[in-house]
């Protein structure tokens, strides 16, 4: 059984800093995507970056040049660097992940990935 479970998650001034983790059990890595979304209150999952095992990574407008994806296959672990946070990043942070050639656009939102941790959460006071 694919497990994901995030960590990291917590409560930090605007301008902070926090690095969430997810960890991957069971899970075999052939040609794989791994994926950070989130969910504020009120509002629909989207995406905030994606990574696949050919080397590309992809961001999300809003998190570009302040969130870092990368990961440790050593260590089955995942990881999301976030600088300079705003009140807006305020949310429940997934990580998620499948087998395939691509990863799916941001714009969807994670439909498509197959497997999800159960979230950590984010919350950025001003």
């Known amino acids: 059984e694919v497990q994901l479970v995030e960590s990291g998650g917590g409560s930090v001034q605007a301008g902070g800093s926090l690095r969430l983790s997810c960890t991957l059990s069971?899970?075999?890595?052939?040609?794989?995507?791994f994926g950070w979304y989130r969910q504020a209150p009120g509002k629909e999952r989207e995406g905030v970056a994606t990574m696949h095992s050919d080397g590309t990574i992809v961001y999300a407008d809003s998190v570009k040049g302040r969130f870092t994806i990368s990961e440790d296959r050593t260590k089955s672990t995942l990881f999301l660097q976030m600088n300079s946070l705003k009140p807006e990043d305020t949310a429940i942070y997934y990580c998620?992940?499948?087998?395939?050639?691509?990863?799916?656009?941001?714009?969807?939102?994670?439909?498509?990935?197959?497997?999800w941790g159960k979230g950590t959460l984010v919350t950025i006071s001003s």
């Open positions: 998620a992940a499948k087998d395939g050639w691509y990863c799916p656009s941001l714009k969807y939102g994670g439909r498509g990935m197959d497997y």
């Open positions: 069971g899970y075999t890595y052939t040609s794989d995507c």
